[in-house]
T-cell receptor, first 116, second 117 residues
Framework: GAGVSQSPSNKVTEKGKDVELRCDPI?????LYWYRQSLGQGLEFLIY????????KSGLPSDRFSAERTGGSVSTLTIQRTQQEDSAVYLC??????????????FGPGTRLTVT | GENVEQHPSTLSVQEGDSAVIKCTYS??????FPWYKQELGKGPQLIID?????GEKKDQRIAVTLNKTAKHFSLHITETQPEDSAVYFC????????????????FGQGTILTVHP
């Protein structure tokens, strides 16, 4: 079946602009995670959504970052007033967490964000 | 919070040789340890995982071992092939057992594996 999809695959933006990154999880997966992959920091957790529960935002690096998940499916990560240090690959992962839920997280291809 | 250390950062082997990558973790409550393979321009791909109630797991040429007492786990790839060349990441999480439903992954820094034909 279809895997996790993300769009756009690449995004170049000017410093100070806002950007929106989209994630479509695997159908039926109720847990959704955002991670960031950068040269200096490796792969780091940003935010976690589980069903209708309040998201865990403990990994968001600043209040310029926010995310939402509409209808328990698609998620959007928004970065306001982008800075050059926001340049990274933003990865989304989903996991099946229903009855008999699993541990495995499946990643999308990522969005490469470049802030000039 | 959890801290995962991964070694080596680069590993070069000849085709047919074995490759071993090692990770240590700090949080004794971690109970799930996946390994991901990442090829250039792609997202991480889950290749094998192990839970803390198991000491070893094998899938064809790939195996993972876990030592809970020492808090370390390792990836073993036998009979390496050029297509095994990629970046490999270990990770640890508290998984989804014991009434929690979380699974936030903490990753190691990655190992660049190069298999020479």
């Amino acid at each position: 079946g279809a895997g996790v999809s993300q769009s756009p695959s690449n995004k170049v933006t000017e410093k100070g602009k806002d950007v929106e990154l989209r994630c479509d999880p695997i159908s039926g997966h109720t847990a959704l995670y955002w991670y960031r992959q950068s040269l200096g920091q490796g792969l780091e957790f940003l935010i976690y959504f589980q069903g209708n529960s309040a998201p865990d935002k403990s990994g968001l690096p600043s209040d310029r970052f926010s995310a939402e998940r509409t209808g328990g499916s698609v998620s959007t990560l928004t970065i306001q007033r982008t800075q050059q240090e926001d340049s990274a690959v933003y990865l989304c992962a989903s996991r099946f967490s229903g009855t008999g839920g699993s541990y495995e997280q499946y990643f999308g291809p990522g969005t490469r964000l470049t802030v000039t | 919070g959890e801290n995962v250390e991964q070694h080596p950062s680069t590993l070069s082997v000849q085709e047919g040789d074995s490759a071993v990558i090692k990770c240590t973790y700090s949080d004794s409550a971690s109970n799930y340890f996946p390994w991901y393979k990442q090829e250039l321009g792609k997202g991480p791909q889950l290749i094998i995982d192990i839970r803390s109630n198991v000491g070893e797991k094998k899938d064809q040429r790939i195996a993972v071992t876990l030592n809970k007492t020492a808090k370390h786990f390792s990836l073993h790839i036998t009979e390496t092939q050029p297509e095994d060349s990629a970046v490999y990441f270990c990770a640890a999480s508290r998984g989804v057992g014991g009434g929690t439903s979380y699974g936030k992954l903490t990753f190691g820094q990655g190992t660049i594996l190069t298999v020479h034909p």
